[in-house]
C-alpha cells in the first residue's frame, strides 16, 4: 500500500516571500509519479506541478519548484514571490503504475499581504 | 476544451435517504475516478474506472455505494441509504491513457447527510 505524508496542517508567508511545503511517500513501486495539486475554496483542484520519479532533475513550473529526493522519499514544494491567489490547500499525491492516486491530507497556505 | 462536469453542486438529504451523483469527464478520456473528501482530509479513491470496466473498487463501501459507465463515458455514484458519515464533497476526475495520468477534477458535490 501506499501512503502520502503532509507533517504541516498549516502554514503561512508573507506576500512575496517564499515557502516551502513537505511530503515524504512511501510506495514499493520503482516507477511512479508524483504531483502537487492546489484547492481553492471554489473546491476545483489543480494541478500545480509534476515529477517523475526516474528523473533526478527537479521539476520547475515557473515560481513553483520541487525538491525531489528519491532516497528520502521526500518530495517538497518551493513557492517563490508568493501571491495572495496563491492560498489555497495543498495536496501531494503519488500514482502508481496502476494509475492509482494516493494523497496527502493537505496543508492549508495562508498568504499574508 | 470543456472540463469535467459534475451535478449537482450541492445535495442535503436526511440519512437513509438515496442519492445520485453524475459526472461527465473530458471528451477522449479513458480513465474516471470517483473521490471521497471528508472535511480536511485529502481525497480517498472510492472507484475507478478504465472506460466501462472497474479497475479499482477496493475502497468503495459496496453495502451502500454503487457507481456505473455506461458507454465509457457519462458516470453514476449512487449511495443508498446514506449515512451521517457519508457528509462529504465527492470529486470526479478523469486522465487520457497512456502516459502520465494527470488528473483533471470537476468542482465536486458536497452532500450534507441530516
Known amino acids: 500500500a501506499q501512503t502520502v505524508t503532509q507533517s504541516q496542517p498549516e502554514m503561512s508567508v508573507q506576500e512575496a516571500e517564499t515557502v516551502t511545503l513537505s511530503c515524504t511517500y512511501d510506495?514499493?513501486?520503482?516507477?511512479?509519479?508524483l504531483f502537487w495539486y492546489k484547492q481553492p475554496p471554489s473546491r476545483q483542484m489543480i494541478l500545480v506541478i509534476r515529477?517523475?520519479?526516474?528523473?533526478?532533475q527537479n521539476a520547475t513550473e515557473n515560481r513553483f519548484s520541487v525538491n525531489f529526493q528519491k532516497a528520502a522519499k521526500s518530495f517538497s514544494l518551493k513557492i517563490s514571490d508568493s501571491q495572495l491567489g496563491d492560498a489555497a490547500m495543498y495536496f501531494c499525491?503519488?500514482?502508481?503504475?496502476?494509475?492509482?492516486?494516493?494523497f496527502g491530507t493537505g496543508t492549508s497556505l495562508t498568504v499574508i499581504p | 476544451e470543456a472540463g469535467v462536469a459534475q451535478s449537482p453542486r450541492y445535495k442535503i438529504i436526511e440519512k437513509r435517504q438515496s442519492v445520485a451523483f453524475w459526472c461527465n469527464p473530458i471528451?477522449?478520456?479513458?480513465?474516471l475516478y470517483w473521490y471521497q473528501q471528508i472535511l480536511g482530509q485529502g481525497p480517498k479513491l472510492l472507484i475507478q474506472?478504465?472506460?466501462?470496466?472497474?479497475?479499482?473498487d477496493s475502497q468503495l463501501p459496496k453495502d451502500r455505494f454503487s457507481a456505473e459507465r455506461l458507454k465509457g463515458v457519462d458516470s453514476t455514484l449512487k449511495i443508498q441509504p446514506a449515512k451521517l458519515e457519508d457528509s462529504a464533497v465527492y470529486l470526479c476526475?478523469?486522465?487520457?491513457?497512456?502516459?502520465?495520468?494527470?488528473?483533471?477534477f470537476g468542482a465536486g458535490t458536497r452532500l450534507s447527510v441530516l
Open positions: 474506472f478504465q472506460n466501462n470496466g472497474v479497475v479499482d
Open positions: 510506495t514499493s513501486e520503482s516507477d511512479y509519479y
Open positions: 476526475a478523469s486522465s487520457f491513457v497512456p502516459g502520465i495520468n494527470i488528473q483533471y
Open positions: 471528451s477522449g478520456h479513458a480513465t
Open positions: 515529477q517523475e520519479a526516474y528523473k533526478q
Open positions: 499525491a503519488c500514482q502508481n503504475t496502476g494509475n492509482q492516486f494516493y
